[in-house]
């Protein structure tokens, strides 16, 4: 990230909503969001964040989902809204190194906590982390909306040590859905993406 | 939804004492969230006031001696479905565990929430255009009438089929497990794991019998002889990450052929955690075929109210707990 004010950066997302007229309500009706970006209600909480290794100091809602705080107040929009309730995985990241759904985590929770997101994976020489290669290696994706859920779960399922057979894979990585059905790719990534993590020294 | 106030003291006295400081049914305690968070964006639930209890240390605790397991009521499902104690001398435990939910939301929710698990009727999560006795007392039952694919075969009313939608309480009302709770000056009383759900009844907007302000800070298991070979067989409409369409909980103590101890939990077709004490009676003291686990799971199931939509849950309920105790026996 830059270090421009995260309101000031103009990304893709809000080239489509602050332009494209039809947009508006689609997202206002389809991503109803908890994460407010004007005025806080009076029960907001200061909190402090370490997201992706950068300290964040907020006033957050006790109502806002870490999802919608990451999206809308942090810009990170790498982590997607799927279903919002828990049901498909698009929206895992890892707090404190576990895997969690952020749409059904209250941000306030993560205060003092670290949170790791999809941008927060390759290393700062620009490489990709050894697991978003393998995605691209075996063409895991198809619309590509739940890759970075299923990215950031297969990390987590590798380091927990649920790797150790294709069935072991499916069984902990049946938490995150992917409506293309890109399933037996993601199969072979996350298999190829654990021997890589092994043998980088990333587990 | 609307904005709620929020606290997360950092020891369960001082939970109990926030608690008591904004009494009434609109104050929460909170574990996970992954049940109330989502039922507050579907409207279904609207608390004004949580009480975070991830960072009470002293319900965090895991304890196994030779008598009994206890486990502090914020532990997650996932820190308990790989306790090594657990998953070697305890496999339903496990697996009522690990065949729940999903790896993300184990990592959150907490073993005491998920005893409290609200039922994932449709009618109950869906609008008001949906009357729910449940949701709102006194507005009727979809479910009655209605779609009722996954409705309740057993412990259903006139006003209420939903379904207890958890797997854990499965086996723990099976093993006799009680729990410890505390109520706002601190009190403490336990109860057994079987008396804390209620029938729907007249009143199934009442699901447990906690009042509001009583917290559970931890469940405890007695080491039975028939913990070691047990099981947790869930059967779903897909391979993992469902809710059960039917499931059982067994645990066997067989000596000289003949059974000592049997232990059943039905799950997925009950409207509370179902203990099949007259189908354990049937076979204590004989020996276990599949023929005498066909006649117990036909006793197991006599009570069953089975509906249009669903009455291919019957046999397939009753399919689920011969192979239930069939799997338990190759354990043992």
């Known amino acids: ?203 | 939804m609307r904005d709620v106030h929020y606290a997360s003291p950092g020891a369960s006295g001082e939970a109990l004492e926030r608690r008591a400081a904004s009494p009434g049914p609109d104050t929460r305690f909170l574990g996970g969230g992954t049940t109330l968070f989502d039922l507050m964006k579907l409207g279904v639930e609207a608390p004004t006031s949580l009480v975070d209890l991830t960072r009470c240390g002293d319900l965090q605790t895991i304890h196994a001696d030779r008598e009994a397991w206890r486990f502090g009521a914020g532990v997650t499902m996932g820190r308990l479905a790989t306790d090594p104690s657990v998953a070697r001398d305890f496999p339903a435990l496990a697996e009522s565990l690990w065949k729940a939910a999903s790896p993300q939301i184990r990592n959150m929710a907490t073993v005491g929430g998920n005893l409290l698990q609200r039922t994932r009727c449709a009618y109950f999560r869906g609008t008001p255009a949906y009357p729910c006795n449940k949701r709102e007392p006194g507005t009727g039952c979809s479910a009655i009438g209605g779609a009722q694919r996954g409705h309740a075969l057993l412990g259903g009313s006139e006003h209420c089929v939903a379904v207890y939608p958890g797997d854990l309480a499965v086996t723990l009302v099976a093993f006799d497990a009680v729990i410890d709770v505390r109520g706002p000056g601190g009190q403490q009383r336990s109860l057994a794991l079987a008396e804390l759900h209620r029938d729907p009844g007249s009143t199934p907007h009442l699901e447990t019998s906690l009042a509001d302000d009583e917290l559970i800070v931890a469940i405890r298991v007695p080491r039975l002889p028939a913990a070691k070979a047990s099981t947790y067989h869930k059967v779903r409409d897909r391979e993992s990450y469902a809710f059960a369409l039917a499931s059982a909980a067994v645990g066997l103590q067989i000596e000289a052929g003949r059974v000592i101890d049997v232990r059943i939990g039905l799950g997925g077709v009950a409207t509370r955690p179902w203990r099949a004490t007259l189908a354990e009676r049937h076979l204590r003291g004989g020996s276990l075929t599949r023929e005498t686990a066909r006649q117990a799971a036909e006793i197991a199931y006599a009570a069953a109210r089975p509906r249009q939509d669903n009455h291919f849950r019957l046999e397939l309920g009753m399919d689920t707990l011969i192979d239930a105790l069939m799997q338990a026996k190759e354990r043992l």
């Open chain 1, 1 to 203: 990230m830059s270090d421009m004010p995260h309101e000031l950066q103009l990304d893709r997302r809000t080239f489509m909503v602050t332009t494209t007229g039809a947009a508006a309500p689609v997202l206002g009706a389809g991503c109803a969001t908890t994460a407010p970006r004007g005025p806080q209600g009076a029960s907001a909480l200061p909190c402090r964040l370490t997201v992706n290794g950068r300290s964040e100091s907020l006033t957050l809602e006790a109502r806002s989902s870490l999802l919608d705080v990451l999206r809308e107040r942090l810009a990170l929009t790498g982590t997607k809204k799927g279903c919002d309730h828990g049901q498909c995985g698009a929206c895992t990241v890892h707090v404190d190194g576990q895997r969690v759904v952020s749409c059904l985590t209250l941000a306030v929770k993560c205060d003092g906590r670290d949170v790791r997101t999809i941008e927060g994976l390759a290393p700062d020489d620009g490489a990709l982390h050894v697991m978003q290669q393998a995605f691209i290696d075996h063409d895991a994706l198809q619309c590509g909306y739940c890759t970075p859920g299923q990215i950031m779960s297969a990390i987590a399922c590798v380091r927990e040590g649920h790797a150790g057979s294709d069935d072991e894979i499916r069984e902990y990585m049946s938490g995150n859905l992917c409506r293309c059905g890109a399933y037996v790719a993601i199969l072979d990534a996350v298999r190829d993406g654990a021997r890589r993590m092994k043998a980088g020294g990333h587990a």
